[in-house]
């Protein structure tokens, strides 16, 4: 059973920075496609930022790029995203997700099949 486990949300001030982990179980971590989204009241979900199985590749929504970083430590089962420069319109729920298909990159919600439950970050102007 997998299972995905974020933490590290939290209330910041505009240019602040939040680490978030996303601890996974239940499969082999490093078999598996990582990428973080996010959904705000009244929006719809988002991509964020994505990562290869090996960590060798990243990509990220024009909105974060620059200012946040994805990573994954395959040893510890734990996948993060660094957030610096935070802006009032970053604001949302952060949500890690997992695909252990064939994909090697993936931008919508609909190829990861995994979910953690979301850990909300607020930033105030």
């Known amino acids: 059973q997998v299972q995905l486990v974020e933490s590290g949300g939290g209330l910041v001030q505009a240019g602040g920075s939040l680490r978030l982990s996303c601890a996974a179980s239940g499969r082999t971590f490093s078999n598996c496609l990582m990428g973080w989204f996010r959904q705000a009241p009244g929006k719809e979900r988002e991509f964020v930022a994505g990562i290869s199985r090996s960590g060798g590749t990243t990509y990220y929504a024009d909105s974060v790029k620059g200012r946040f970083t994805i990573s994954r430590d395959n040893a510890k089962n734990t996948a993060y995203l660094q957030m610096n420069s935070l802006k009032p319109e970053d604001t949302a729920v952060y949500y890690c997700?997992?695909?252990?298909?064939?994909?090697?990159?993936?931008?919508?919600?609909?190829?990861?099949?995994?979910w953690g439950q979301g850990t909300q970050v607020t930033v105030s102007s």
């Open positions: 997700a997992a695909d252990w298909g064939p994909v090697q990159i993936a931008r919508s919600a609909r190829e990861f099949d995994y």
